[in-house]
């Protein structure tokens, strides 16, 4: 005797067991994976590459360029020489005097073949104006920062 569909087991699928847990919830698996990823960088690089920008601002505001390039990435070794960076940070406290610095107005981590690296934004009150820097740093061992790049901009800069 052919069985009714009412008779048919009408028990529901587990969620584990359905395709639409595989459609909806690894966009959101992947989403919290990246928050956390997000979280564990601010708490962990992000305060490494901070300690090393006053280190790098301290070094700055009392001249030792030398310093900042020997202890910079070979990477930032290559793009400028030790001599066209002392040019330029000299110009930079020539045009805005001492300045003084809050915290990172903005921050930005990504991994990679590379290692991790860390950027971070600052915005300088200066005795002869405002400076906007980027700072990118490379960390290695999770401990220690080495400057990729530094840029500064600022309109007492743009003219002699």
């Known amino acids: 005797m052919p069985q009714s569909i009412l008779d048919a087991d009408q028990t529901p699928t587990p969620w584990w ?12 698996i992947f989403l919290l994976a990246l928050l956390g990823f997000c979280e564990y960088s601010r708490r962990s690089y992000v305060p490494v590459a901070a300690a090393a920008t006053q280190i790098f ?12 390039y ?6 930032f070794k290559t793009s400028i020489t030790e001599e066209t ?13 001492a300045c003084g610095y809050t915290q990172p107005a903005a921050w930005r981590v990504t991994a990679g073949n590379g290692g991790v690296i860390v950027t971070l934004d ?5 005795t002869d104006g405002q400076v906007q820097e980027e700072l990118v740093w490379r960390i ?9 790049h530094f840029g500064a901009a600022s309109n007492q800069l743009l003219t002699d």
Do not use: V
């Open 122 to 126: 600052y915005l300088g009150y200066c």
């Open 57 to 68: 601002h301290q070094r700055l505001a009392q001249g030792d360029d030398e310093l900042i």
């Open 85 to 97: 960076l002392h040019g330029y940070l000299s110009r930079i406290r020539r045009k805005l005097g």
């Open 17 to 28: 067991r359905s395709k639409r847990w595989i459609l909806f919830g690894s966009p959101l």
């Open 70 to 75: 020997d202890e910079s990435d070979q990477a």
């Open 140 to 148: 290695a061992n999770g401990t220690q920062a080495r400057l990729l």
